[in-house]
């Protein structure tokens, strides 16, 4: 099993910004990529960025030039840093990572999601 802590969340100002981070841990043998999707009320959930094992970093139009994602290999976490904050960036933000067990097994892995309010 593999679990996702994710930590970063709350409430901004517009222009504010935030650092989002999840770590995960258990018996990891290697990844394909690790990111994060967001879903406000009412709507789907969708990508915001990916960052994957050997491609190059994806990211949701409507962050480009204001999210970064990044990661620390050594620690198995991925971090979102969020700059310029509008208050469409409003959601849940759920971790996810494709990873490869030491047992063999593939398979995506959710955290539990961070709540990120942009808000005067």
């Known amino acids: 099993q593999v679990q996702l802590v994710e930590s970063g969340g709350g409430l901004v100002q517009p222009g504010g910004s935030l650092r989002l981070s999840c770590a995960a841990s258990?018996?990891?043998?290697?990844?394909?990529?690790m990111g994060w999707y967001r879903q406000a009320p009412g709507k789907e959930r969708e990508l915001v960025a990916r960052i994957p094992g050997g491609g190059r970093i994806n990211y949701a139009d409507s962050v480009k030039g204001r999210f970064t994602i990044s990661r620390d290999n050594a620690k198995n976490t991925v971090f979102l840093q969020m700059n310029s904050l509008k208050p469409e960036d409003t959601a849940v933000y759920y971790c996810?990572?494709?990873?490869?067990?030491?047992?063999?097994?593939?398979?995506?892995?959710w955290g539990q999601g961070t709540q990120v309010s942009v808000s005067s």
């Open positions: 996810y990572a494709d990873v490869r067990t030491i047992d063999g097994v593939l398979g995506s892995n």
């Open positions: 258990g018996r990891i043998f290697s990844w394909n990529a």
